[in-house]
């Protein structure tokens, strides 16, 4: 196939373009580089042995896209694109509705002008909010609790309805829980700028020596160590994800909706020591106050996914923080090492 990947230099997009050039697909990444590095796709292309096209623009630009379209004919898209910082969008939020429901009109538009059926959306656990209580089945209440979730839930309502109103189109939804790790080769992985908002990447930095301490977010939660539990994903299964999640809409037509997670949850301080073990390296940490915001409790009920699409998740936890260790430690600066 030929799939136009939308984001496609951050670090789920960059798993996912690898894994469609080593399945043998065309990609062309669309990506304005706000959070990421071309140097992602040089090392994909190192590790495939071939390359996937590069266009350098947002993707709300109507009229780069169309050329994009033009020039590659895609048969499919998978849209990473987006900004996803949650506290950030708390501050920013016109900024979070204008990429992220701007770019996914300037998207469909394209694709209905260019005869393009079939897109992969990126949306997020975060759409269960606290309106039910985990495991979370794909029928769940949705709802959001702060700018960022609502751009997901919102796409993902545009979604359904183009889908409802145009017969032809074929729509993916992948909720995504924690993705973590990075490729087993140590040469791409999740590179954040600043201070991470998120687990692991924070951990990982205090394992190299970079931040002095972890925070750990409450263990007065209705938990077994009273630290939250998660869904941690390796990354590179939910690049599979992806993939069968396309095979599919060959197959089918409509609206669907898929958890990407193991089902398994881990407590925060559960991945501190899987990441310990991974790195041979104690990793000093500090109880404080919850973060505003967080859940107890978020993970997956993954039957929908296994029995449709044929996938889950296969890396543990524990190799996933090999991973991030490979790849921490091979490029403390991440991309700007090269
Ligand atoms: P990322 O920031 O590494 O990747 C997003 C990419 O999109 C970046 O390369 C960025 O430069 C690009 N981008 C952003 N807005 C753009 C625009 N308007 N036009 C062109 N390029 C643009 O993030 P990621 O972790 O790889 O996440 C990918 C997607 O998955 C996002 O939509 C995110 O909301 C979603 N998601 C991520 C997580 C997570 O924890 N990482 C969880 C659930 C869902
Ligand atoms: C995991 C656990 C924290 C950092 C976020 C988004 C969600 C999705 C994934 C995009 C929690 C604890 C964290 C730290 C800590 N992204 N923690 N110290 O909050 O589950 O989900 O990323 O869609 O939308 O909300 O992930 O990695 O931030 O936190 O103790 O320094 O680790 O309290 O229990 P979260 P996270």
Request: glycine share 10%.
């Amino acid at each position: 196939m030929r799939v136009l990947v939308t984001g496609g230099a951050g670090y789920i997009g960059s798993h996912t373009v690898l894994a469609l050039l080593e399945t043998g697909h065309d990609v062309l990444v669309v990506d304005d580089l706000s959070n990421s590095s071309e140097e992602s796709l040089r090392r994909v292309a190192e590790l495939a042995g071939r390359e996937a096209r590069f266009v350098q623009a947002n993707v709300r630009d109507a009229a780069a896209l169309d050329a994009a379209f033009a020039g590659f004919s895609p048969d499919a898209v998978i849209h990473f694109a987006g900004w996803k910082a949650v506290g950030e969008s708390t501050q920013i939020p016109l900024t979070y509705y204008r990429e992220n429901l701007g770019s996914t009109f300037t998207l469909l538009e394209a694709m209905a002008a260019h005869d393009c059926h079939q897109i992969v959306f990126s949306s997020s656990a975060t759409v269960y909010g606290e309106l039910s209580e985990p495991p979370f089945t794909e029928d769940s209440p949705t709802g959001a609790t702060n700018p960022y979730g609502r751009t997901k839930h919102m796409i993902e309502q545009i979604l359904a309805d183009a889908a409802a109103a145009d017969a032809e189109l074929r729509v993916a939804v992948l909720r995504y829980f924690n993705p973590i790790g990075a490729h087993a080769s140590g040469r791409i992985g999740e590179d954040p700028k600043g201070i991470p908002n998120n687990l692991l990447p924070f951990v990982a930095q205090v394992a190299t020596g970079r931040r002095d301490k972890l925070m750990v977010f409450g263990d007065d939660y209705p938990t077994p160590d009273g630290t939250g539990l998660r869904d941690y994903i390796h990354v590179v299964d939910l690049a599979a994800g992806h993939l069968a999640a396309l095979d599919y809409l060959g197959g089918h037509g409509g609206f669907h909706v898929w958890n990407l997670g193991t089902g398994d949850p881990k407590s925060v301080l559960d991945i501190v020591h899987a990441y310990e073990g991974a790195s041979g390296v104690a990793i000093p940490y500090e109880i404080v106050a919850r973060r505003p915001g967080d859940v107890a409790a978020s993970y997956a009920d993954v039957t929908r996914a296994h029995k449709e699409l044929g996938w889950q998740a296969r890396k543990s936890v524990e190799q996933a923080c090999e991973d991030t260790f490979r790849w921490q430690s091979e490029n403390p600066d991440g991309f700007a090492d090269s």
